[in-house]
Structure formats: structure tokens, C-alpha cells
């Protein structure tokens, strides 16, 4: 028996294939059917003719900052996206050393055009390293899944200092 069928759903496969009039079925998290399935689930779900797709994966984002006081990424999840990449336009907030830290966020902010004491009010602050970045996301639950660029503006700025921004 499956432990999840969804029934009545137009199936998209990712690849850009016409949608599949049909049912899914999952067991133990992983599909194991598509198309016509007689069988029962432990749970049914009717679809109802939506449209059940793959998850989107996000590619340009700039939830860095974002996602240590919202760890849904709000509004992606809404919109299906399951991966966000963060990172990107060399910028980000990672590593942000306590010495370094106020120059970094500020980069951030200007770039994004948002209010540096904003930023600074919601943001969670509490780590030095990249490393320590990713734990606090972990710690935090943080979904969706997350890819992390290197930002090397932010590189620069936390081995440099202001001088970072000058060459």
C-alpha cells in the first residue's frame, strides 16, 4: 500500500513535456507511480485538475540577510520554490567578523535599497564565519533548501576592511 496517492491532477514532469492528466503515488518519500494507479494510499488527496509540479529552484536571490528572521523565505514557498541560491551580485552576509560587520550589512543594504536600520533591527546577527552563517540557518530550520555563493564583495570587505571597496 502507498502511503500518500494524489488523485485528479494535471502532472507536470519539469521537463517541459505536456501536462499528464492523471495520479501520483509516494511511498516511504519517493514516487513510485504516475498515470493510472487502481491501488490505495494510506492518504488520498484530490487535486481536483491542479497542476502538481516539481519544486522550482531559485536561482538569483538575495534572501541572505532575510532568511535569519524568516526562515521560509516568504513569498517563495508560495510560489513553489523549493531552492533558493543565495549570494548573488557579490553580495551577501557571510563571513561578517563583529570588527567587520557594520560595513558588510551597510554594502547590503545600499545595494538592495533598503533601510540600514531595518536591516540591523531584524537581522540576526549571531555568527562570524560562514560556517557559523550556516548553523544559524540550520539551527533556525530554514526552508526552503539553500545553495550559498561566496559573495566576494563580502570576502573583500571582511579581510580588508573599507580598503576592500577601494580596489
Known sequence: MDDLIVRNAR???GLGNPLLEGNLAIRDGRIVGVGSIKGEAAETIDADGDVLAPGVIDLHTHYDAQLTWDKTASPSGALGVTTVVIGNCGFGVAPAPAHRRERIIANLAEVEGMSL???KAGMDTN???FGEYLELLRSKGVYPNVACLASHTVMRT????EEGSQR
Open 158 to 161: 571582511a579581510v580588508m576592511g
Open 127 to 129: 555568527y562570524e564565519s
Open 11 to 13: 502532472i507536470a514532469d
Open 117 to 119: 536600520e531595518s536591516l
